[in-house]
Structures are given as structure tokens and as C-alpha cells.
């Protein structure tokens, strides 16, 4: 029994460290389009974009404290994120098409694996961090609605 309570544990921890490290790739990304962005909507995506990047940051840091608070370790440096995380750090969109395309496309796997998250959270009772990921969605869920509404 002990040792089933340790190996779920550690699922939690991985799937939690997964999505701190999508993150931070996402974090980097959002910062790469803010800099590069450039068109007619340069001056609508260069502010969304940071403040994409600056949710994404918090988004991370509350990941990572969660994880602290559970007895986790989180992941905490570059090799390690583009290791466990499950979107790409990407480089090659220079269309702000382009750009916002990805971000949906990562918001949407983030959303996916969220859900996993919670539910290995809510058959360990961990409710919080269940609840953590539930507004993380609602979050993402809003913004996937309004950068597709920005490709429509």
C-alpha cells in the first residue's frame, strides 16, 4: 500500500513538472514573440504577448511552490524544462500568424494535460492542487478563445 502511495506520488510530481516546464518554454517563447513580432499588429501582439509572458512566469512560480508544498521538487533548470516539457520551444515563426497559431496549439496541449493532472490529483485527494489546475484551465481555456478569435 505504501509503496503504491510513493509511485503515485511520483506520477503527480512528473505530470506536475511537466506542465512547470511547458511553462517555462512558454514563458520563453511568448518573450521571443514579444521582441520579434513586427507587421500591422505589432503594437495589439507585442502587448499581449507580454502579457502572456508575465502570467506564464507566474503561472511557473505557482506550479513550482505547489509542488514545494506537497514535498515535491520542481524542476528548476533549462535542461531540465526542455527536457520534461511536452510542447516545443519552437524558433522558426516569424508571421505574427504564425506566432499566434503556436501559442494556441501549446495552450491546447497545456489544457490536455492539465486535465490529467487533476484528475491524478483528485484520486489522491489532493484537492488544491486538483483546483489549482481547474483555474489554471478556465485561464486557458479564454485565452485559446481570444488569440483563435485573433486568427479568425
Known amino acids: 500500500m505504501k509503496q503504491d502511495v510513493k509511485k503515485e506520488s511520483a506520477v503527480i510530481e512528473n505530470s506536475m513538472n511537466t506542465q512547470l516546464s ?24 507585442h502587448e499581449k504577448f507580454e502579457e502572456l509572458y508575465n502570467q506564464a512566469a507566474e503561472t511557473a512560480d505557482t506550479i513550482a511552490e505547489r509542488l514545494l508544498a506537497i514535498g515535491g521538487h520542481p524542476a528548476a533548470t533549462l535542461s531540465e524544462y526542455l527536457k520534461q516539457a511536452s510542447i516545443s520551444d519552437g524558433g522558426s515563426e516569424t508571421a505574427a500568424s504564425e506566432m499566434v497559431k503556436t501559442l494556441v ?45 485573433f486568427l479568425d
Open 105 to 149: 496549439d501549446d495552450y491546447k496541449q497545456i489544457s490536455s494535460e492539465s486535465k490529467f493532472v487533476i484528475g491524478l490529483a483528485e484520486e489522491n485527494n489532493d484537492h488544491a492542487t486538483a483546483d489549482l489546475f481547474v483555474g489554471l484551465i478556465e485561464d486557458i481555456e479564454k485565452q485559446v478563445w481570444m488569440l483563435s478569435s
Open 22 to 45: 511547458n511553462w517555462f518554454l512558454l514563458y520563453s517563447k511568448l518573450h521571443r514573440f514579444h521582441w520579434y513580432v513586427k507587421g500591422p499588429h505589432f503594437f495589439t501582439l
